[in-house]
């Protein structure tokens, strides 16, 4: 018992926390003014391994060295020149109530182990609910990411158009996506039994959005073939290039034939806090399932997405189970018992983190984050077509910017993937890759609200330094 009452020791909580706040707060100053040098410290990854394969065999040891270690070795989010993947560097209030929640550790499924962060994801929801323009019988839930909430939209769409759940597997089900959508709405197709052919990946056009004329001739041909459609799905905005679909298109198509809408917002689902930006989810308003994660442009750390619905009480359907030690009435429709809705039983009191923006910095910090991202990636644009040895893949509709650079008598996928290859070893910027219509194009999400356009001038210039270093070997 020793060993435990002195594990749970106020006093040693104290002392460690100080410490580690401290630790925070310094790492937070140097990544912001630069006084780190690296954005990511790369490793390759066996090197990485070997060296927590040394560290755990020196067995235990001062926790401070362990954290201290720990930042040293991690990917600098809070860098102004991190411009990577579309992970946001959170809000500093977030990771205090970080610590909050994983002290209390109140698990949600039910409502007396969710007190608190049962009513506050009910007011969250009903705050997206609004910016997306539902009315009062909508509703939602949080869940552990984007991937999750897409895989169980999708179940209640199912839920909502065929009696599967009840009856298993009868009819050749399809949902209809475009083929930029995230890969996440695959897998979810996948893992609800539907294989290749029931994913139906409709074409895009030169700005890769899904082609909305061709949506009917897709339709028709999966009909034809003997499948049911349940659900059609638009990208707000797609991964790979933040291209937004034409949901107003698609939303005039599934009521046509009366099938699930489900938006993908996981991303851009944020520009609905923005004045500005948000006509670019035109007819989002007409979905009947939205993702949107708040650990993207929300600055909310991962994982905290939302699930929102035009109709709550589809929410319920998703799930209809037994579970009689955690609720009575399996059918009753109850906001505060969490685990009746999401996959998870056990959930994250994910709700404090967002809920602490808000009372700490108030809803407009959303609005002049999304604003200041969008306008900074169109600034990145000029800087961009201002020279001419590079171009864009598509003109960039959010914070997603794809371009490359071209050399004479260089090809291009070799080159560009060298430079990326490249920025990674040193370090010093973090962006990644992507390939859009077999073309390798380097690709920024601007996620960092403390990266400036002198930032993005450096990136430039560096991509030039070692385009030309790599053309003279
Ligand atoms: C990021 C993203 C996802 C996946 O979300 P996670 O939270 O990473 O699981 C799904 N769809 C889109 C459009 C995304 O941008």
New binding site residues.
């Given amino acids: 018992m020793k060993k435990l009452q002195q594990a749970f020791s106020s006093e040693n909580f104290r002392q460690q926390a100080h410490s580690l706040v401290d630790l925070l707060a310094d790492y937070l100053e140097s990544a912001q003014n630069q006084d780190l040098q690296h954005v990511i410290p790369y490793k390759e990854p066996d090197e990485s391994f070997s060296f927590w394969q040394t560290d755990y065999e020196k067995g235990q040891e001062n926790v401070e060295d362990f954290f201290k270690t720990v930042i040293e070795q991690s990917t600098h989010l809070h860098h102004p020149q991190y411009m990577g993947h579309?992970?946001t560097p959170p809000l500093p209030i977030t990771a205090i109530a970080s610590m909050l929640s994983g002290m209390l550790n109140n698990g949600m499924a039910v409502y007396e182990m969710g007190l608190v962060s049962n009513p506050l994801e009910r007011i969250l929801s009903e705050l997206l609910a609004k910016k997306i323009g539902f009315d009062k019988n909508s509703g939602g839930l949080l869940t552990s990411?984007?991937?999750?909430?897409?895989l169980t939209a999708l179940l209640t769409a199912r839920a909502a158009k065929t009696d599967v759940w009840e009856e298993g597997n009868t009819d050749k089900l399809a949902v209809m996506v475009s083929e930029e959508?995230?890969y996440?709405?695959d897998r979810a197709a996948r893992i609800m039994g539907m294989g290749n052919a029931g994913i139906i990946k409709v074409p895009t056009n030169d700005r890769l959005q899904i082609r909305t004329d061709l949506l009917e001739k897709y339709y028709q041909e999966a009909t034809n073939n003997g499948f049911k459609v349940i659900c059609v799905v638009g990208?707000?905005?797609?991964?790979s290039s933040g291209s937004y679909d034409n949901l107003e298109e698609i939303g005039k198509f599934a009521q046509k034939h009366q099938l699930w809408f489900h938006v993908?917002?996981?991303?851009?689902g944020a520009v609905v806090f923005s004045e500005k930006y948000k006509y670019k989810v035109k007819g989002i308003e007409n979905a009947d399932s939205v993702?949107i994660?708040w650990?993207?442009m929300l600055m909310t750390p991962?994982?905290t997405?939302a699930l929102i619905f035009k109709r709550d009480e589809d929410s319920f359907k998703t799930f209809q189970q037994k579970a009689q030690y955690l609720w009575a009435n399996q059918y009753s429709k109850d906001w505060f018992n969490s685990g009746k809705r999401t996959f998870e039983c056990t959930k994250l009191m994910m709700s404090l983190k967002v809920y602490s923006i808000l009372k700490a910095h108030g809803e407009e910090i959303f609005t002049e984050n999304v604003d200041y991202l969008h306008g900074l990636a169109e600034k990145f644009v000029a800087l961009i077509k201002a020279r001419p040895n590079f171009e864009l893949a598509v003109e960039p509709e959010s914070n997603i910017v794809c371009f490359r650079i071209i050399l004479p008598n260089q090809e291009s996928n070799v080159i560009n993937s060298a430079i990326r290859k490249q920025l990674l070893q040193e370090g010093k910027f973090y962006i990644v890759q992507t390939t859009l219509r077999e073309n390798l194009y380097l690709r920024v999400s601007l996620m960092n609200p403390l990266t400036s356009e002198k930032h993005l001038v450096a990136l430039l210039d560096e991509i030039e330094r070692i385009s030309k270093q790599i053309a003279q070997q």
């Fill in positions: 579309q992970v990411g984007g991937t999750l909430a897409n959508a995230h996440c709405i990208s707000a905005c797609s991964t993908d917002g996981a991303h851009g993702v994660d650990h993207k991962a994982l997405t």
